[in-house]
């Protein structure tokens, strides 16, 4: 753990945030070095600046695949200095997601290292890693691309949950702007213009009614205004107001549907800017695995989003899994708890333990390099 600790703590001294892609590029470049020194073969790709870095066999086919990634969001300096307190570890992507790039590291080494005792190597892993550098943007150019190159029958995203929660299905992401006009003149004679932001009030009123009222943490669709941009000058009606509404949906939500009867439904324009879809784990048996090595876990659903979105789109059926953070990611006081980091990865590896174990069994027609049996 205090290697794990260390690593993450390097991590995070890294500023990997999207206003500062030179940093990325030094963190992957550190993790490369990282991976060169402890004797693993990888594999780089950059798409669209953006890095990304995995270690499996090298046929890129591998039965479980734990994704994690390097970027966070944006923070002050100082959170980008950790320090450990009170059985926990303080720092920028402490929880998201740095404490799960090094324990990844960790557990490859490890297990390609009792390969080798073996008389193995790398290419009979049973587990496999991809890091990736920009999750907190969406991931089109880190595990969407990379997922095109790497097969895996099962994929834990680390990044998500907690010990005692394996998240099973996150909501979808659709995204929204609406633009609302007006007529400009004096702040003094309002009667003289009209005044976007009314506008735009009375259309998000409208919106709002087409989403029921938050109440607690259940299962359904939400929106929320979280930019808006209007006005000028303290002494002017403003013209023109804008804002991006974020939106998540689940399964139940016809979106294309829904968003013709909201545009049809105020009298400012409402355009998509973006569509993401939802994460459902997909039947596999190394979620019972997983549960029957984890057995004070539960599965559950996740309000927010992850990397994990694109696992349905490449067939891969997975969970998302991970330490706790005590519900802290992107807060000033981002933290996790170490004796989580343990308990996650002492079943980790009894995880990968059954699963390494089952690959001995195949068959030896299986020339695919993957195991699709039961583990």
């Known amino acids: 753990m205090e290697e794990i600790l260390e690593l993450t703590k390097s991590l995070i001294r890294f500023q990997t945030v999207q206003a500062k892609p030179e940093e990325i590029q030094r963190c992957a470049a550190f993790v490369e070095n990282w991976l060169e020194d402890h004797g ?60 799960a790039v090094a324990l990844s590291l960790f557990m ?78 004096h702040g003094s004679r309002p009667w003289l213009g009209k005044n976007a932001i009314d506008a735009f009030i009375e259309d998000y009123d409208r919106l709002k009614s087409f989403f029921p009222e938050p109440a607690g943490d259940h299962w359904h669709r939400t929106m929320s205004c979280n930019v808006l941009h209007a006005g000028k000058a303290f002494n002017q009606i403003p013209e023109s107001a804008e804002a991006v509404l974020d939106i998540r949906y689940t399964e139940n939500d016809d979106m294309d549907a829904l968003y013709e009867e909201m545009r049809r439904s105020v009298h400012g324009d409402l355009r998509i800017l973006k569509k993401e879809p939802l994460f459902f784990s997909g039947t596999s048996p190394y979620i019972d695995l997983l549960l029957e090595i984890s057995p004070q876990s539960r599965t559950t659903f996740e309000h927010g989003a992850s990397d994990a979105r694109f696992l349905s789109e490449f067939g891969v059926p997975g969970v998302v899994w991970g330490a706790d953070g005590e519900q802290s990611a992107h807060s000033r006081k981002e933290r996790v708890l170490i004796s989580s980091i343990q308990a996650l990865h002492d079943r980790l590896e009894k995880f990968i333990k059954k699963v390494q174990d089952g690959t001995r069994r195949k068959r030896p027609s299986d020339q695919d390099g993957i195991n699709r049996s039961a583990p």
């Open 40 to 99: 693993l073969f990888h594999e780089r790709m950059d798409h669209g600046g953006v890095p990304s870095l995995w270690v499996a066999p090298k046929n890129r086919r591998v039965p479980v695949l734990l994704m994690s990634h390097l970027d966070v969001v944006d923070g002050p300096d100082e959170s980008f200095e950790p320090y450990t307190a009170d059985g926990r570890l303080f720092g920028r992507g402490s929880i998201d997601d740095k404490y």
């Open 108 to 185: 490859i080494y490890r297990h390609v290292e009792a390969l080798k005792k073996e008389g193995l190597d790398q290419n009979q892993a049973a587990l496999g890693i991809l890091v990736t550098g920009d999750e907190e943007t969406g991931g089109k150019n880190g595990a969407k691309k990379a997922l095109e190159r790497i097969k895996a029958d099962f994929c834990i995203a680390l990044d998500g949950g907690n010990v005692g929660e394996i998240v099973v299905k996150e909501k979808g992401i659709f995204t929204l702007k609406l633009t609302s006009k007006g007529e400009a003149a």
